[in-house]
Structure formats: structure tokens, C-alpha cells
């Protein structure tokens, strides 16, 4: 059975930093790519990041460009979210989703359950 | 803004078919999917591709595309099927993801 965990949300001060990260299992993990996937409180989906599953194709979303960083550890069947400089529009809960790679479409076929981020002072 | 164009809202009348589009330049170039997201879940993918289901997802769902615009169709609604859906493919440049900003179905 498929699974992602997300870990690392919380409360954190705008300006702070946060490390979120991905449990996967039940699949070969570094057979796929992988993304982020936010939703702020009553709104809804926006994509964030996605990586590719040798880490060579790493692509992020205008809002949160030069401030967060994906990663993966492959031999941790684990995916991260280091995001700096976090801004009270980065409140969310964040979500980590298994790209198919079915052919060309963006198919994001498992999701885990989502961590909350909160930036307030 | 987002680059896929949702109505927000929706309402169909129980066992009838109601369909959610989605319209967006990127999908001459690209399948949209499909998820549904009930309130305090995840997001479930419904439809992908030219029009596949995953396996557990009713063969009442169902999804097509006439150039820029992307459709799921729900052929007799169910109450269970009340829930937001949104559409994603990739953007035009076909590195990037793009979400609709998402519908609200009602079942009345």
C-alpha cells in the first residue's frame, strides 16, 4: 500500500524557517517524481515544487522561488520542503504528492495527508 | 491568478449528470486531471489522461477535452459525490503545475 507521511509543520514567526518532510513506502520511491502541494485555509490548491526522481529537474512556483527548496534522499525513500524567509501567506497545510509520470499530464495519483503551517508573530 | 479557469460553484440534482469544466491554454498541449477533495482530506485523483479512472473511482465519473477546455462529467450524482473538484496539468511551458482554482458540487 502506498503511503506518505508529511512531518515538520507548526507555528513559526514570519522571516523564520521550517523543514517539512515526506515518509514514503509501499512503492519504489526513487522511480518517481515528486511535488509539494499547499492550500491555504479555505482556498484552494496550489502547486509548489516538484522534483524529479534522480533530483536532476527541480522546478518551483513563482511565489515561493529563491526562498524554498525541494529536496530528496532517496536512500531515506524521503522527500523535503526547506522553506526560509516564510511569510504569513505561506500558512497552509502542505501536502506531498506522487507524480505518475503517466506520458505528458501532470498526474498526481497519491497524496499524504498534509502538514499545517502557520507563520504569525 | 491561475492559469486554469474553474467555476466555483455547482449544483446538480440527485442522479442526475452535471459536468465541471476547466479552461486553460495549457490544455491544447496537455491532459488536465482530475481530484476530488472532500472537507478535512486530501485531494483524491478521480480522472487522467484522455479519460481514465484510477482503480475505486466510480465508472459515473467520467472526463474529455475540446481544445482548451477540459471536462469531468458526473453521470448520475451521488450525495457522496458533493466535494470540491479541481483540475491541474502542466503549464504551457510544461515544467510547472497548474491548478484551477476549484468548483464546488452541490448535490441537491
Known amino acids: 500500500e502506498v503511503q506518505l507521511v508529511e512531518s515538520g509543520g507548526g507555528l513559526v514567526k514570519p522571516g523564520g524557517s521550517l523543514r517539512l518532510s515526506c515518509a514514503a513506502s509501499?512503492?519504489?520511491?526513487?522511480?518517481?517524481?515528486m511535488n509539494w502541494v499547499r492550500q491555504a485555509p479555505g482556498k484552494g490548491l496550489e502547486w509548489v515544487s516538484s522534483?524529479?526522481?534522480?533530483?536532476?529537474?527541480?522546478y518551483y512556483a513563482d511565489s515561493v522561488k529563491g526562498r524554498f527548496t525541494i529536496s530528496r534522499d532517496n536512500a531515506k525513500n524521503s522527500l523535503y520542503l526547506q522553506m526560509n524567509s516564510l511569510r504569513a501567506e505561506d500558512t497552509a497545510v502542505y501536502y506531498c504528492?506522487?507524480?505518475?509520470?503517466?506520458?505528458?499530464?501532470?498526474?498526481?495519483?497519491?497524496w499524504g495527508q498534509g502538514t499545517l503551517v502557520t507563520v504569525s508573530s | 491568478s491561475s492559469e486554469l479557469t474553474q467555476d466555483p460553484a455547482v449544483s446538480v440534482a440527485l442522479g442526475q449528470t452535471v459536468r465541471i469544466t476547466c479552461q486553460g491554454d495549457s490544455l491544447r498541449s496537455y491532459y488536465a486531471s482530475w481530484y476530488q477533495q472532500k472537507p478535512g482530506q486530501a485531494p483524491v485523483l478521480v480522472i487522467y489522461?484522455?479519460?481514465n479512472r484510477p482503480s475505486g473511482i466510480p465508472d459515473r465519473f467520467s472526463g474529455s477535452s475540446s481544445g482548451n477546455t477540459a471536462s469531468l462529467t458526473i453521470t448520475g450524482a451521488q450525495a457522496e459525490d458533493e466535494a470540491d473538484y479541481y483540475c491541474n496539468s502542466r503549464d504551457s511551458s510544461g515544467n510547472r503545475v497548474v491548478f484551477g482554482g476549484g468548483t464546488k458540487l452541490t448535490v441537491l
Open positions: 489522461g484522455k479519460n
Open positions: 522534483i524529479s526522481s534522480s533530483s536532476s529537474y527541480i
Open positions: 509501499g512503492f519504489t520511491f526513487s522511480s518517481y517524481s
Open positions: 504528492a506522487r507524480d505518475s509520470d503517466y506520458e505528458i499530464a501532470a498526474v498526481f495519483d497519491y
